[in-house]
C-alpha cells in the first residue's frame, strides 16, 4: 500500500460546510425537496457526501450512489471493481430486490 503522508487539511481538503453551503444555493434546497406533479409522480431532491482516504482498510464497508432520474430509471454509481464477479449485476440485483 502506497501512502503519501501529506498531512491533511482545509488547503487540501476542501471546506465541506462551504461545499454544502454552496450546493444549497444551487440546487434551490429552500424551494423544497418534494414537488407533487400534476401527473402523480413525486420529483425530490436529496444531498449525500462520503468520505474516502487513501488508506482505507482491505476490509472496509462500500457504498454506492444512487441516482433516481426523472423518466424513472436509476443510476448505481459504485466504487467496486469488477473484476469477473459479476459485481455491477450483483449490485443492481440487490437495488431492484430493495426497490421491489
Known sequence: MIQSQVKLNLSNLGNLNSCLSKL???????????????NGMIR?????????????????????VLTFNSDGSININSGAV???????????????????
Open 24 to 38: 444549497k444555493d444551487m440546487i434551490k434546497w429552500d424551494e423544497g425537496n418534494r414537488i407533487e406533479l400534476e
Open 44 to 64: 425530490a431532491k436529496g444531498l449525500s457526501c462520503f468520505w474516502k482516504t487513501s488508506d482505507s482498510p482491505t476490509d472496509a464497508i462500500s457504498g454506492v
Open 82 to 100: 469488477e473484476i469477473g464477479s459479476s459485481m455491477k449485476t450483483t449490485l443492481a440485483q440487490i437495488l431492484a430486490e430493495k426497490l421491489k
